[in-house]
Structures are given as C-alpha cells and as structure tokens.
C-alpha cells in the first residue's frame, strides 16, 4: 500500500475529498451538511485535538478570560498588556489563515463566531508561528497542544487549561475532533482497512505520545446520537458537551 500525504489545512483537505481529488480528507472542521450535502460523505473521528492560546516569554500572565481574548482579537479594546495586568507592552495578536481548521475553531468556541481584525499578523503554519509568538515583543497566538513548544507559555481561559479532565467536564471548549473524510469506501478495502488502522491501540497511543487525546479516553455519549454519518468503533460520551447541538442543526 502507497500512501502519498499533503498539507493545506483542514478546508484543503474536506474540499479535495469532497472533489474526488484525495481518498481520505483530514480536517479538524465539522462538514456542516448544508455547505459539504453529499450524502455519501462519512467522517471518522480518530482523536481530539486540544488546542491553547500562548503568549511570548516576555508576558508574565498564566489566564485571560474569554471576553480578554474576544476583545484582544476583534475589537481592539485591549493594545498593551498593563491593560491585563502585564507589562507595559504592546500586545501583538498572530493568527492562522481562513483555510486552517485550528482558526476555525478559535473563531467558532473562543470568539463565539466573532472575525478576527482584518490587520493581524497571519502566519500560515503551526510550527511557524510558535516561532513568531517567541520572537515577537508581546505575542499572543493559539495553536494546538501538539506543538507547543518551551520557548513559549500556554494561557488557560477562564482559569482552566487545556486538559483532558477539562474538557470532558465541558469547562475547556477549545478542542476539537481529528475528522478522516472518505467518499464511497467499499468495506474491506485498503481505505478501509487503514480507517480501521488508525482507531487501534497502537495508532491511539501514539496519539496520546504526540499529546492528542485519543478518542476512547474523552467519556461522552454515543456519537451516533449527534452525527448519523460518522464511524466509529468505540464509544463516546458528551453528556456535558453542548457542540454536539450547534453542529448538528
């Protein structure tokens, strides 16, 4: 079996599954039915994704509220950080581009739909911006826990981080789903069989190693309650988790 991989960000990777262009889309974004209709679409969830806002070493503060960050963000009410208690200091926001699922989810569960301003920093990677939030006076930025790095600080919202415990109690909501897209996977194929792969013990903890949570550990209730055309091989429990709602209507 060959496996050719390619980056572009979670958009990249649900519009090229959904144009035939890929076998299997990874995204960390939701296929709203009303903007991906296929009904042949299925999406597998293999892990979580925790996500954390992070600022540059030179800003002392370890939790900022999540109507600091909306107006850090969108509405400019907040330019220096003695403002929160900080530094006199500039406060530099950095962003990731439309196409990366992790704004998407930033904007959906920490902005509350809200845009961030037009005149943000935007850097295109992950792995690029940690290194412009450390070599930027003042940054702020998010990514996710994956690859957060020592030469910046993580920020809890709302004085809770970015753990597995607070996300199960619903306390933590930037996090999201690692979504595999397929378009009419005939079962027992190599797709298939890889799918199938990617939810064993040996994949999941791996995952755990790269600091993902994998999928069995998050206790929530069955996912087929809330999303009829995903697959999966264990269950889920969100009996505190209101996503389920705003992303399935």
Not at 9 to 17: E, K, M
Not at 107 to 125: A, P, Q
Not at 156 to 185: C, K, P, Q, R
């Amino acid at each position: 079996m060959h496996i050719d991989v390619s980056g572009g960000g979670s958009l990249t990777g649900l519009n090229d599954v959904t144009s035939h262009k890929v076998d299997i889309g990874n995204s960390d974004i939701y296929a709203d039915p009303a903007t991906y209709p296929d009904p042949d679409l299925t999406d597998h969830l293999v892990c979580i994704i925790p996500f954390t806002m992070i600022v540059s070493s030179d800003v002392p503060i370890a939790n900022l509220t999540q109507e600091q960050i909306i107006d850090i963000f969108t509405t400019g009410k907040y330019t220096n950080w003695s403002q929160l208690q900080g530094p006199d200091l500039r406060i530099v926001p950095i962003v990731r581009p439309a196409t990366s699922g992790t704004r998407a989810t930033f904007r959906r569960y920490v902005l509350g739909g809200r845009d961030e301003r037009s005149n943000l920093v935007t850097i295109s990677s992950s792995q690029d911006l940690v290194k412009a939030v450390a070599n930027t006076p003042g940054a702020i930025g998010y990514l996710a826990v994956s690859v957060l790095d020592p030469q910046v600080h993580p920020i809890s919202i709302d004085g809770y981080a970015a753990t597995l415990s607070n996300i199960a109690s619903g306390h933590y909501s930037f996090w999201s789903y690692e979504h595999m897209y397929t378009l009419n996977v005939t079962s027992g194929s190599l797709v298939d069989r890889f799918l199938n792969f990617m939810l064993t013990p040996q994949v999941q903890q791996q995952a755990t190693l790269l600091h993902y949570i994998p999928i069995a550990d998050l206790k929530f209730a069955q996912v087929s309650a809330y999303f009829p055309g995903a697959t999966l091989s264990v269950l889920l429990y969100p009996e505190k988790r209101k996503r389920y709602f705003y992303e399935s209507f």
